[in-house]
């Protein structure tokens, strides 16, 4: 087994291990924390697949961005801080039923899926060509994603002000 | 690129390690003399007051939205810093034009009190 096969084999059941957490911990804080750890590992799985922006972007959106909002609506939010609270309701059995079926397509899909090795070399510039190209022909994009990250950053507000009022 | 990344993990294993390393020397070498003064909790010197879950204001909330915006202009800033060093005056101006987009929307948030802490 080589290094990057245990790497693997660690960061999977580090995966496995957070979304087992945060599906089983009684204290929902406890959960998004469990989560993180499950994000974590997944960024650590992208660095292994040699995707570094792809790794890069899950630490900063999912583990920097969503995790922290999800954190701070669990504390913004009074009946659920420290309380335990129940892992089932009435709809686990539809819900077990849903998670055995996907599991069923998923793993039939990947045993029948022909796994073909690519025949040309991947790219080796990485996140500088990304930026290269972002800077050069795809500039008004990029400048429109300005836009509408403005236009996210005001709505939001806008729907904030109204749940405060 | 894996070597590079090869040092990450190794400072989170140093990072995991190292807290565990002190609890676990801490049990196993310091004397055991507990008094109630030394069982309290400590939080920062003071006498902790009332219950560490406590529900913080939902004023919080606006500034984890903006904080989210503003994370995610990172990720587009991201490579234009990894290429800067190929890159001409034309892309600063570019993402100096990025950001000052962006800051139109800090300013409307400033400028209609959602920043304003009551």
Known sequence: MSLTQAVFILLGGMAVLGALGMVTLRNLFHSALAMILALFSIAGIYVLLEAEFLAVVQVLVYVGAIAMLILFGIMLTRDIVGRASAVRNRQWPLALAVSAGLLAVLAVALVRAAWPLATYAPAQGGVADLGLALMGPYALPFEVASVLLLVAMVGALIIAREARE | ?118
């Open chain 2, 1 to 118: 690129m894996l070597n590079h990344y090869a040092f990450v993990g190794l400072f989170g294993v140093v990072a995991i390690l190292f807290p565990v390393a002190a609890l676990v020397v801490g049990a196993l070498a310091g004397p055991r003399r507990p008094t109630p003064a030394k069982r309290a909790r400590y939080e920062c010197g003071l006498v902790s007051q009332g219950e560490s879950w406590v529900q913080l204001r939902v004023q919080y909330y606006i500034y984890a939205l903006l904080f989210l915006v503003f994370d995610v202009e990172t990720v587009f800033l991201y490579p234009w810093a990894a290429a800067y060093g190929q890159l001409g005056l034309f892309a600063l101006v570019e993402a100096v034009i990025f950001l000052g987009i962006l800051v139109v929307g800090l300013a409307y948030a400033w400028t209609h009190g959602d920043l304003q802490w009551r």
